[in-house]
């Protein structure tokens, strides 16, 4: 169970606010901007090499996810996003039948970036990495990754594969159950 769990609604929103803190609104500022792309696509330049597979597909993945984005939100792509906007984001992905173009991008591109060896698994070694960029700290990391890679007998297990990262990643942005391992995905709420 996870120990932010107290009322459904407010857990759920929690949830939102750590990835909207955490793995958009890098410079703090309380908003979403394309800076923050920006900024995003730099970071990763710097640490994987402006010639890696990564930043290409930072580069080209990042400005799509912030046009589909903004456009789910009735935005110019020169707006910015608040954190009422990010919430209104979730609650109407988490009420839509099909997954809205913007998290499918954004899932799809998450699970690249934190498939370091490219071999379709993330493993805890990556995941620890990557979750770092974010300035999610090792010890941290490590329990949530501990907390959701696990087989169907309950067993840990060294890495997750795509199907598995999905599952929890809906579990992340839908789930009001606080014994989701989903809630764990993108670091300690």
């Known amino acids: 169970m996870h120990p932010k769990a107290a009322n459904p609604k407010e857990f759920l929103e929690s949830k939102w606010k750590h990835a909207f803190t955490t793995f958009f609104d890098l410079d703090q500022n309380g908003l979403i ?27 080209l993945c990042l400005p799509d996810i912030w046009q589909k984005m903004t456009e789910a939100i009735g935005k110019e792509e020169e707006d910015i996003i608040t954190l009422s906007d990010w919430i209104q984001l979730c609650q109407s992905s988490r009420k839509s039948v099909r997954e809205p173009a913007w998290q499918k991008a954004y899932v799809e591109y998450m699970f690249k970036l934190l498939d370091e060896s490219g071999d379709h698994l993330v493993d805890q070694a990556e995941y620890v990495q990557v979750l770092g960029y974010f300035g999610v700290n090792r010890k941290d990391s490590s329990h949530c990754f501990d907390q959701f890679a696990f087989n169907h007998q309950g067993q840990l297990i060294n890495s997750i594969d795509k199907k598995k990262f999905h599952v929890l990643w809906k579990q992340f942005f839908h789930s009001e159950d606080p014994s989701s391992p989903g809630n764990w995905l993108l670091g300690k709420v």
Do not use: P, Q
């Open 33 to 59: 901007e394309w800076k923050d792309f920006k900024d995003l696509i730099e970071v990763i330049g710097e640490v994987r090499g402006r010639r890696s597979d990564f930043f290409m597909t930072a580069r």
